[in-house]
């Protein structure tokens, strides 16, 4: 396991290799911030949200949380949305989630780990509303992999549905919201084809991707 001394290492290391290749970089990022994206991932060390789609720092605005959800009590998440959406003015909204979490998993089960459950109550509300097509399928993993893309699909929704995009839309302003899948196993992102562009089509985009899954 590496010492506090070898990140700090490691980050003279890395600002060094960036100016070696760009000595402009850093007084670039100084100067703006600018992205086009705001990605809302899961908080899981092996799903890094600039690496995965070769971003560089500055070109996406990121929120993270266990289990990739957006709670509508959910300050810290609604502030990310709203500072993205209205100051620095994204186009895209990528919910991403990931083959292999945690914490679908822990709501899948049924586990109990501390005060995280409470959180993951909302992946259960999913669980509840697509009981139906999990207990379709076989086998743990299957059902495993299946309430990570359900779970997506449900995120991109409550979205849609925040006063901050409502009012985007109502504006005029255009701005996309995609949900998204990472695999571990090979490192690809996957579209889960439920991309909502405005208000009039959120029930009817996310009930066609729930049911391209269940095909």
């Not at 495993?144 to 929704?157: I, K, S, Y």
Request: glycine letters at 8%; hydrophobic letters at 45%; proline letters at 2%.
């Amino acid at each position: 396991m590496k010492s506090l001394s070898d990140l700090l290492a490691g980050n003279r290391a890395w600002a060094a290799g960036i100016t070696r290749a760009d000595p402009e970089f850093f007084r670039r990022l100084i100067g703006q911030q600018a992205p086009r994206y705001l990605w809302i991932g899961c908080s899981d060390s092996r799903v890094p949200a600039n690496q995965i789609v070769g971003l560089l720092p500055g070109e996406m605005f990121v929120h993270r949380n266990v289990a990739n959800l957006v709670v509508h009590t959910d300050l810290n998440c609604l502030s990310a949305i709203q500072f993205s959406v209205d100051v620095l003015r994204v186009e895209h909204v990528i919910v991403c989630g990931h083959y292999g979490c945690g914490g679908v998993l822990a709501a899948l089960r049924g586990d109990r780990l501390g005060l995280v459950d409470n959180w993951l109550r909302h992946i259960n509300d999913v669980k509840a509303t697509c009981g139906e097509q999990l207990a379709a399928l076989d086998g743990e993993a299957a059902r495993h992999a299946r309430l990570c893309e359900l779970n997506v699909v449900e995120q991109v929704v409550h979205v849609a549905e925040t006063t901050v995009v409502r009012d985007t839309w109502a504006a005029g302003r255009e701005l996309a919201i995609h949900g998204w899948i990472y695999d571990l196993a090979d490192g690809l992102v996957r579209d889960l084809g439920v991309t909502l562009a405005a208000g009039d089509e959120i029930a009817t985009v996310a009930e066609t991707a729930r049911r391209r899954l269940a095909d």
